[in-house]
């Protein structure tokens, strides 16, 4: 089984953006001989991040990463793309938990820290692996999701490509299809975090300057499926 590792969160990004790339179908070949290869619906999920420079007490975090990032898989947070549902209800609600949400006992880890914030919404149909449609129950948050924004089910990530409400039920149509069978009952998280790898990991290493400064360049990042996850 791989090896899954949280992107650190001394590393801060200072922003992403997702889409859906969309699989390859092969296309014919014209007379001079070029290949029109064009992308179809249900291609993985890429993400493009950026960084914050980084200074010297945090700089080991960035020479592990520059070690670790060649071929292994990240959990990317998402929260820094407009992508991910917001609200000034989300915000209040975060900052009720700035060290993080604690155990039922009211006890956070031995680190001082609980579990971190996570919005969700209630799956009310369920959805079958390939299927694109999905309902939500957005009671505890009405009306974040819109076209365009990101949303999680069982640790895939999805993008709203049309969305109509009923009250605070949406129906959503999104892409890529489910990798998974969904339940009605399970939760949808509006905060989501992707299960990745980088496709150029060497673009992230910069020289660090004399001032044990590091300013990383931008990854590229492809969704990694895999089965022991969703």
Not at 100 to 116: A, K, R, V
Not at 133 to 151: A, E, H, I, Q, S
Not at 152 to 178: K, N
Not at 218 to 224: G, I, K, Q
Request: proline share 6%; with cysteine; aromatic share 12%.
């Amino acid at each position: 089984m791989a090896t899954y590792y949280d992107w650190p969160a001394a590393v801060k990004l200072n922003g992403v953006v997702v889409w859906s790339s969309g699989a390859f179908e092969q296309g014919r070949l014209s007379f001079a001989e070029v290949d029109n290869t064009y992308r179809v619906p249900g291609g993985r999920i890429m993400a493009k991040a950026t960084f914050a420079r980084i200074g010297p007490e945090t700089l080991n975090w960035y020479h592990w990463l520059c070690g670790v990032l060649k071929g292994n898989i990240f959990r990317l947070p998402l929260d820094k793309s407009g992508q991910v549902a917001t609200s000034a209800a989300m915000t209040a609600a975060a900052a009720t938990y700035a060290t993080g949400i604690p155990f039922s006992n009211n006890q956070p880890f031995s680190t001082g820290y609980g579990f971190q914030f996570q919005p969700t919404a209630d799956v009310v149909s369920t959805v079958l692996e390939g299927e694109t449609t999905v309902t939500l129950d957005l009671v505890r948050w009405p009306g974040v999701l819109t076209l365009g924004k990101l949303f999680g089910l069982g640790y895939g990530v999805y993008h709203v490509q049309e969305i109509e409400y009923d009250g605070t039920i949406a129906t959503i149509t999104f892409d890529p299809p489910a990798r998974r069978d969904i339940l009605a009952g399970e939760l949808a998280e509006l905060r989501p975090t992707l299960f990745c790898k980088a496709t150029n990991p060497d673009a992230f290493i910069e020289a660090v300057q004399y001032a044990r400064i590091a300013s990383p360049g931008s990854l590229t990042l492809r969704e990694v499926v895999d089965a022991n996850l969703l």
